[in-house]
Every structure is written in structure tokens, then in C-alpha cells.
């Protein structure tokens, strides 16, 4: 979070990124914008990207001379109580008339430890001095303060969401403000694309689309490829439920990915590239062709930026929302005007993509981590995580935990400091319906799976996760209580697989649906003592045989689940 000089006016920035407008946070920015009006511009209001704790939106943070405050759960009712209370003027006219409150700088503690924080707590000032407001409005606004001391945002380590939630992502000006294109510009003129493949390798960067192989292997692999025409593809294709780590990405600094995009197509020769975005995501398509159009304006893209050698241009394209599609090749066939449906490998996309072209596909997070690794140095970045698993993940917690949002840690975190400390652990507490206590985290998705409770201290990073029979995925990470029957949840998330199952392989296409009526028996308490092997022999089958990894990693929720928690299956057999 920033803060403004002494004697600068005061800001508020509201989220208004898909997670807070769905709470009303247009609404209250519009309502916010109105009420600002009689400020005399002594205070601004801006819409910008994801403030992170998604589950307290609509979240607005106030920018006064004394630091930044944050507020959660706010109406467009409060709109006029919030501008009185950051309204620099407002402060200096009520402190000359000698009234005093201490609504602003010493709210009520609740039972939340993430709300409400006081300056006696923290050591920290409330902006503007909002204790000059008496009011019972200004009270309740009190205790809707956030305690940016609190491990939710003090444990995080923002490098791929630094910006968002900071800028206005409809403003190139401030993304510019912000070092926007000065790596872009930096390579161009001063790095050759071998140099910056060699950043990349020596950063030891993973692909956070979820298998996480070496981005420098892929770059070099496409650059290395027989002269010809050849493409950069951003896969924008979030489909995993309880994912939205890009999404916030696309919404809240739009200009960061088009960058690492272009730094990407340096460095590899190519001068063509696409973003394939799902229809689902209306908010993030609008915003990411309004900053390329912007970006084409300026000349940053469409021309030769800094060098003539360099043209480049882009296209977003919208996909349906298949599932299936964020896999490589079958993203490829959908950019082609084809039905998305996967292919053989190899080749692979690197060696021959789109139009049969070397074709570079690395996924939203990727990529908007490129600017970031340049500007620290790859010795620099790769001191960040783990020496396996460098850098830092942005991961999507939600589920039965008290603090739901993004969270960017260093790789290597362990699983309870995510899970327990930033996430503020389970939701069991005495009146909440359903709460109880952490049983497991489901991690990657449908392709992924259950870590017990008893396991929190692994570090989560590619190996040990995967030594556990989950998967690091594009992030998702979904808290489980002891509410939650484990058969049940995978035939949840086996439902998804067949739904989304493309049909192409008969592995994948008629056994994710013998898998769910499988699960079906369990969750019933009708299964037979039998269709606890068939269940396993069927998962080893889809698993071993189907063509892309949508097939393969279909049974990995029932594995993990099964290896954990088999006591819950056997429960699902009915008796003589």
C-alpha cells in the first residue's frame, strides 16, 4: 500500500474488479465519485484492481497524508460518509470548530482478528484524522477498518500484484508511472533476445499454468526453431473452479501482462501474438483491449518501439469457456477457428503450433512475472521461493477459511502459514452454519488434489506437492472442513471432468462418467465391497490412457482422496 506526501490530497481507490462489483462495488464507486464532487479536487476517486481480501469487498482504501487505511464491506450508503472522512478540508474546518471523536483512530475491536485496527495496535496513524468525526456513521466506517498489519497483508510478498489495486487499470498514464514498458524498452535497446532468454533461464521461472516446466527451456525451444514466421500465445483460459489468480491480473494491470508478453516475442522473433481469454471473464476482455489499444496508440505495439528490428502486434481473442481449451493444443485449435479439442504430442506447440508455426504459450501469471524478473535481476529473483521453485505464487484462497482473496507468497511457504496464518484457518466458531474444523486443502483444481490437515507444514512447492498426490495447478486453493464427506467432494469436482470432457478419447469421455456413477455408489452409502477396486483400476485406466492431461488428471481428486481419507469410501458400502 502507498501513501501520499505531507500536504497532498487525499484518494480513494475502490476496487472495482469483478469480485468487489459483484458485492456492489460499482455501485459505491459511482456513489463515491458523485459524493467527491463538493471536495474542490481536494480529494480524488479512482477505480482500480483487486485490493485482495475478496471475501470483505467492496474494499476501498483511503490515501491520506498520515498513510493508507483500508475499509471492507461497504454500501453506496456509505459513500458520503466516506468522502467527509478523507476529505482533507473537512478535517481542517472541523478541527478549527474544536470537535473531536474517536471514531476514526480508535475503532471497537471484534472478534475478527483482520478487523477492525486501531493506531494503539498497530503504531500507525489514521490518515487525514478522522478523529474529528463525532458521527455514528463515522463509528460504523470505523469499524469496517482493515488492519493492513495483519498477516493477511503483512505476510504477502507482492512482485506479480504490486501494482493492482494501485493503479486505474483504464489509465496507460499511470501504468507508465508505475515503470510500465521500461523493460520492453530496456530489452530493446540495450539486451539482445539471447540475453533475455538467458534472464529468464537463470531466474529459474516455472510456468504457473500449473506443470511448471522451466519457461527458459520453452523460450529457448521456440527461438531456437528454423527461420520462419512464429507466435506468442498468452493462455488466459482460467477454467478451474475457485481459480481467479489471472483473471485479478487482466482486470488490475492489464499493462504489466501486454508487456511481458511483448519482452516474450522479443525473445523469441516472433511478430505475432494472441490472448485467448474466456468469454466468462466480459470485465477482463474490455479492459485488456482497451490498454492494447492504448499501447498501439503510443506506438508500443503495431510499430518498432526503441528499434526498427522489432514489429510486434497482438490480438485478443475470445474462447467459449471450454474447459479443455487452457490445454495447449487445444487453445491452439481454437485460435484456428477449430474445435478445441487437443491433439497428439509431439510435436509439441514450441516446435509446431499455430498454422504448423513455432508457437510460444506460456499462461497469464507467466508472463506478467517477465517485467518483474528484469527489472530485479535473475540472481535477485531466484534467491526468492526455493532453489527448485523460485519466485513467488499467486494463489486464489477460498473455501471454509476466514479470509478469502489472493495471496502472492514466496514458493517454499509452508502450507499452514498460507492456510492458517494469512488465511486466518478454518471458519469453525460456535453459530456459523456448517463450520468445522480444517480437514484438508484441495490445491490445483479438478486436476488436482487433497492434502489432510495433518500435513500443513509441507512448503508448497512443485515437488512436494506433487509428493503428496496433489498438484500445484494455476493456484486455486480450497480450504475443506470436516463438514465436507471426501467421496462427496470428488464426485464434485469428477462431475466437472464430464462436463467439460471434450469426447474426443473414449479413456476420458466415457470413463470420467463411469467414474462419477462409481462415486455415486459411495456418497450413497449403496457401493458394493468390490467397487472400491473397480474405482481404482478405473482411475489408473483414465489416468494411463486418456490423451491430454484434462483426461489424466481427472482421477487425481479421487486418488488423493482415496489415499487420505479411505476410511470415508469404505463407510459409503452398504452392509449385508
Not at 478487523?115 to 469499524?143: C, N, Y
Amino acid at each position: 500500500m502507498i501513501a501520499l506526501p505531507p500536504g497532498s490530497a487525499s484518494q480513494l481507490r475502490c476496487c472495482h474488479a469483478s469480485g468487489c462489483r459483484s458485492a456492489g462495488g460499482e455501485a459505491l464507486l459511482q456513489a463515491l465519485q458523485e459524493a467527491a464532487r463538493d471536495t474542490g479536487g481536494t480529494l480524488t476517486v479512482k477505480g482500480v484492481g483487486c485490493l485482495r481480501l475478496c471475501g470483505r469487498g467492496p474494499l476501498v482504501a483511503w490515501d491520506g497524508p498520515g498513510g493508507t487505511a483500508l475499509f471492507g464491506d461497504l454500501r453506496p450508503a456509505q459513500a458520503g460518509d466516506l468522502v467527509r472522512l478523507a476529505s482533507p478540508g473537512d478535517h481542517e474546518e472541523r478541527r478549527r470548530d474544536g470537535q473531536g471523536s474517536q471514531a476514526g483512530s480508535q475503532p471497537a475491536r471484534g472478534s475478527d482478528p483482520i478487523v477492525p485496527s486501531t493506531d494503539q495496535d498497530t503504531g500507525s496513524a489514521a490518515p487525514g484524522g478522522a478523529e474529528a468525526q463525532p458521527e455514528a456513521a463515522m463509528a460504523a466506517l470505523a469499524s469496517q477498518r482493515l488492519d493492513l498489519e495483519q498477516p493477511f497483508f503483512a505476510l504477502q510478498r507482492p512482485l506479480v500484484l504490486e501494482h493492482c489495486g494501485l493503479i486505474d487499470p483504464d489509465s496507460l498514464d499511470e501504468a507508465l508511472e508505475r515503470g510500465a514498458y521500461a523493460q520492453l524498452q530496456r530489452c530493446l535497446r540495450e539486451l539482445s533476445p539471447e540475453q533475455v532468454r538467458a534472464e529468464i533461464r537463470l531466474s529459474g521461472l516455472r510456468g504457473r499454468g500449473g506443470a511448471g516446466y522451466p519457461t527458459g527451456l520453452k523460450w529457448d525451444t521456440v527461438a531456437l526453431q528454423p527461420e520462419g514466421p512464429r507466435y506468442v500465445v498468452c493462455n488466459a483460459d482460467e477454467g478451474d473452479p475457485g481459480a481467479f489468480m489471472n483473471r485479478s491480473v487482466l482486470e488490475g494491470d492489464p499493462h504489466r501482462l501486454l508487456e511481458g508478453i511483448a519482452i516474450a516475442a522479443y525473445a523469441v522473433g516472433a511478430e505475432r501474438g494472441y490472448i485467448y481469454v474466456r468469454a466468462e471473464y466480459p470485465l477482463a476482455i474490455a479492459r485488456m483491449r482497451r490498454a492494447l489499444a492504448q499501447a498501439r496508440q503510443r506506438g508500443l505495439f503495431g510499430g518498432a518501439p526503441g528499434t526498427a528490428s522489432f514489429q510486434f502486434d497482438l490480438e485478443v481473442r475470445v474462447g467459449a469457456g471450454a474447459y479443455v481449451c487452457g490445454e495447449e493444443t487445444a487453445l491452439l485449435a481454437s485460435i484456428q477457428g477449430r474445435r478445441g479439442c487437443p491433439r497428439p504430442r509431439p510435436p509439441f506447440p514450441a516446435q509446431s503450433g499455430l498454422w504448423g508455426a513455432p508457437t510460444l504459450i506460456n499462461n497469464v501469471e507467466t508472463l506478467a512475472t517477465v517485467p518483474v524478473i528484469l527489472r530485479m535481476g535473475s540472481e535477485a529473483y531466484a534467491a526468492i521461493g526455493t532453489p527448485t521453485s523460485p519466485g513467488t505464487k499467486v494463489f486464489a484462497l477460498s473455501g471454509a477459511v476466514r479470509h478469502t482473496g489472493l495471496v502472492e507468497v514466496p514458493l517454499g511457504t509452508a502450507l499452514r502459514t498460507i492456510v492458517e496464518t494469512i488465511g486466518g484457518g478454518s471458519l469453525e466458531q460456535p453459530g456459523v452454519p456448517g463450520g468445522g474444523a480444517l480437514k484438508a486443502v484441495q490445491t490445483g483444481g479438478p486436476s488436482g488434489g487433497c492434502i489432510p490437515a495433518d500435513h500443513l507444514d509441507t512448503p508448497v512447492d512443485y515437488e512436494s506437492l506433487r509428493a503428496l498426490g496433489a498438484m500445484m495447478g494455476s493456484g486455486g486453493m480450497v480450504v475443506v472442513d470436516t463438514g465436507t464427506p471426501m467421496p462427496l467432494l470428488a464426485r464434485h469436482f469428477m462431475a466437472f471432468s464430464v462436463s467439460e470432457s471434450c469426447g474426443k478419447c473414449v479413456p476420458c469421455r466415457a470413463g470420467t462418467v463411469q467414474l462419477a456413477a462409481l462415486l455415486d455408489r459411495f456418497v450413497e452409502h449403496r457401493a458394493e465391497p468390490a467397487d472400491l477396486q473397480r474405482l481404482e483400476q478405473l482411475c489408473a485406466m483414465v489416468r494411463d490412457t486418456s490423451l491430454c492431461g484434462l483426461g489424466q488428471a481427472a482421477p487425481s481428486p479421487v486418488l488423493s482422496t482415496l489415499r487420505w481419507f479411505r476410511a470415508e469410501y469404505e463407510s459409503g458400502i452398504a452392509g449385508p
